[in-house]
């Protein structure tokens, strides 16, 4: 039974990363529903922490808030990021990462409702629990905490302050361009802290790495690259570049 819901999370996330969204949504559950049928599995005694299967268990309920969150749903995806949080800190207690990590989560969720405040307040509890345990900001997950930290900032209009942050994270990655990658390129946030700013070509760099990741995993045709060939429009817009801005445009019109 495990092995199905390992197979099935495995799908999952293939699914979520070419953006087929009510598909992965439909293995997350499945696997979900696998996971909860043996709660107290067992783990190998080559794994020195017995909580791995119930942390994998969390995640997984995380994963499926995200898909929610990536639909639309920001409601469910909050209902089922709380979930996930609750379960993290019955299991390991207030000041693991664990539980920092299914913060980051439910700090989404609340951010895409706009509910900017309350993100940041979550983001820098998480942070104060990276912080406790010792975490570098190098750290992929930790990074991406500070990063949602970053897009709440922006999203409050200071954008000073998101670049900052931004900023903060990209020297503390600069060695780690995979890690860096993940969180940072093309980050639409961290774009619009530079746009703002009038760092306009920064802008347009970023901008245009996140249209072709999207492209290039989603499709032309997704609204997720469109978001992101619109940002790029924008960007010659304020550039003056009224013939590139409108070429952009004309793109994502259809879509």
């Known amino acids: 039974e495990m092995f199905g819901a390992l197979l099935s999370y495995t799908k999952a996330e293939i699914a979520s990363a070419e953006g087929r969204l009510t598909k992965a949504e439909a293995l997350f559950r499945s696997t979900i529903e696998r996971h909860s049928q043996h709660p107290n599995w067992p783990h190998p005694p080559f794994i020195g922490d017995p909580s791995v299967f119930a942390k994998e268990y969390h995640y997984v309920i995380s994963r499926l808030s995200d898909v929610l969150r990536r639909q639309g749903r920001v409601l469910e995806a909050e209902t089922e990021a709380r979930k996930a949080l ?68 922006a999203a409050q209009g200071e954008w000073t302050a998101a670049l900052a942050q931004y900023e903060e994270i990209s020297r503390s990655m600069s060695k780690d361009q995979r890690a860096y990658k993940a969180v940072l390129a093309g980050n639409l946030g961290w774009a619009r802290a530079l746009i703002e700013n009038g760092e306009l070509e920064k802008a347009l760099k970023n901008g245009s790495s996140l249209f ?30 009224t013939k590139g801005a409108f070429k952009e445009f004309s793109e994502i019109l259809p879509v």
């Open 86 to 153: 609750r379960m993290a800190l019955k299991t390991e207690g207030r000041y693991s990462p664990h539980v920092a990590r299914m913060l980051l989560p439910l700090t989404q969720a609340i951010y895409d409702q706009g509910r900017y405040e309350e993100s940041i307040v979550l983001a820098e509890a998480g942070i104060t629990i990276y912080h406790k345990a010792g975490a570098s900001l190098s750290s992929l997950e930790v990074a991406r905490t500070y990063n949602q930290r970053g897009n709440a900032l």
């Open 212 to 241: 072709e990741v999207r492209q290039s995993t989603l499709g032309k045709s997704h609204y997720e690259t469109a978001e992101a060939r619109g940002f790029i429009a924008v960007i010659h817009s304020r550039a003056g570049r």
